[in-house]
């Protein structure tokens, strides 16, 4: 069975550049978080999708934005990109098994570099 | 105070070493418990799950939930030096966000 994907795997934009990062959960998972993870730091949440609704946002502006398709792969869109961007972005899909966990797998992610 | 807190580390042991980490929580409420293990510049894998009290095995590894103190316990037999990594603990928040530890970095010396 295939894993999370996230594409690209390196990114790299210059200061007020937009940046669009994309992430297929794994087949049969309605839900897609994004996290991101600044360089020594813990996995700061970001976006949590399900069934094509956004369902919960973390303490970030709202130039980091972001939707889930039909087929439940989702995209995240960084706006007017600042220095402090720069991290490794993860996409996490996950189904609620039988009690009730929502276990969380994970992509190997996007790192973004703001130059 | 943090709903979750871990040290971060680092924590250097001997190959061989039995390894025992760390994580302690708020809430009472929570009931899920999750180990991920990360590789540098990867993305966080699961290791292993357990629902409220207990122990639970997989090969090397077993986790340890204690309810009445509020602190779970991750500990690895015979470590290898594949198994230096870091290591996140996390718990599943009543909004169904997964609420994570910082992270403990941890090296095997061969």
């Known amino acids: 069975e295939a894993g999370v994907t996230q594409s690209p795997t390196h990114l790299i934009k210059t200061r007020g550049q937009q940046a669009t990062l994309r992430c297929s959960p794994i087949?049969?998972?309605?839900?897609v978080y994004w996290y991101q993870q600044a360089l020594g730091l813990g996995l700061q949440f970001l976006l949590w999708?399900?069934?094509?609704?956004?369902?919960n946002r973390g303490n970030f502006p709202p130039r980091f934005s972001g939707r889930q398709f039909p087929n439940y792969s989702s995209e995240l869109n960084v706006n007017a990109l600042e220095l402090e961007d720069s991290a490794l972005y993860l996409c996490?899909?996950?189904?609620?098994?039988?009690?009730?966990?929502?276990?969380?797998?994970f992509g190997p992610g996007t790192r973004l570099t703001v130059l | 105070q943090k709903e979750v807190e871990q040290d971060p580390g680092p924590l250097s042991v001997p190959e061989g070493a039995i390894v025992s980490l760390n994580c302690t929580y708020s809430n009472s409420a929570f009931q899920y418990f999750m180990w991920y293990r990360q590789y540098s510049r990867k993305g966080p894998e699961l290791l292993m799950y357990t629902y409220s009290s207990g122990n639970k095995e997989d090969g090397r590894f077993t986790a340890q939930v204690d309810k009445s103190s509020k602190y779970i316990s991750l500990f690895i037999r015979d470590s290898q030096p594949s198994d230096s990594a870091t290591y996140l603990c996390?718990?599943?928040?009543?909004?169904?966000?997964?609420?994570w530890g910082a992270g403990t970095k941890l090296i095997i010396k061969p």
């Open positions: 996390a718990t599943k928040g009543s909004n169904y966000q997964l609420i």
């Open positions: 087949s049969g998972h309605t839900s």
């Open positions: 999708y399900d069934e094509g609704e956004e369902r």
């Open positions: 996490a899909s996950s189904v609620r098994d039988r009690g009730g966990a929502d276990t969380q797998y």
